[in-house]
T-cell receptor
Framework: KAGVTQTPRYLIKTRGQQVTLSCSPISGHRSVSWYQQTPGQGLQFLFEYFSETQRNKGNFPGRFSGRQFSNSRSEMNVSTLELGDSALYLC????????????FGSGTRLTVV | GESVGLHLPTLSVQEGDNSIINCAYSNSASDYFIWYKQESGKGPQFIIDIRSNMDKRQGQRVTVLLNKTVKHLSLQIAATQPGDSAVYFCAEILNTDKLIFGTGTRLQVFP
């Protein structure tokens, strides 16, 4: 079956801009979680959506937001980009959520200049 | 490929040897632990998991050991191969609702 698809694969944005990243989960999975990966901080949990509702949230500023659509596809948005937002953004889908049975996508590499 | 962690501890092993990757987890209330492998340019890939009511679990060429007393987890890879070269993360599920990752260890396999 098809895996988790993240688009775009690479993105370059300027400070102050906003960006939207997309994640298509495995068919039938209702949970989508987002992580930020940087060399300094490792993999940090952003938020989880389950059946269109935000179920859990990490310790990130309000500039980071997300949503999930009725087909379980999810988007995350970062507004007013900062240089420190440069990272690999990963999404994971599962049918249970809460960390169980996660399958990760290959990520979107965001570079803020 | 992408660098997924410039500040990671590194384990270098010779092809064919056994590898042991260690991890200290943070929360004594965590009841489920997972090891992931991340290759350059890819997301983390599930390797093996273990519940807190177990102290050992074996898979194909991999074994996970859990010591709850000292909150320590280890991943053993038998007969390490070049394709095992990657970054390995342990992760714990906290309060049954959030997956928290450890720092990661880079495994390098040389001939």
């Amino acid at each position: 079956k098809a895996g988790v698809t993240q688009t775009p694969r690479y993105l370059i944005k300027t400070r102050g801009q906003q960006v939207t990243l997309s994640c298509s989960p495995i068919s039938g999975h209702r949970s989508v979680s987002w992580y930020q990966q940087t060399p300094g901080q490792g993999l940090q949990f952003l938020f989880e959506y389950f059946s269109e509702t935000q179920r859990n949230k990490g310790n990130f500023p309000g500039r980071f937001s997300g949503r999930q659509f009725s087909n379980s596809r999810s988007e995350m948005n970062v507004s007013t980009l900062e240089l420190g937002d440069s990272a690999l953004y990963l999404c994971a889908s599962s049918d249970l959520g809460g960390g169980y049975g996660y399958t990760f996508g290959s990520g979107t590499r965001l570079t803020v200049v | 490929g992408e660098s997924v962690g410039l500040h990671l501890p590194t384990l270098s092993v010779q092809e064919g040897d056994n590898s042991i990757i260690n991890c200290a987890y943070s929360n004594s209330a965590s009841d489920y632990f997972i090891w992931y492998k991340q290759e350059s340019g890819k997301g983390p890939q599930f390797i093996i998991d273990i519940r807190s009511n177990m102290d050992k679990r074996q898979g194909q060429r991999v074994t996970v050991l859990l010591n709850k007393t000292v909150k320590h987890l280890s991943l053993q890879i038998a007969a390490t191969q070049p394709g095992d070269s990657a970054v390995y993360f342990c992760a714990e599920i906290l309060n049954t609702d959030k997956l928290i990752f450890g720092t990661g260890t880079r495994l390098q396999v040389f001939p």
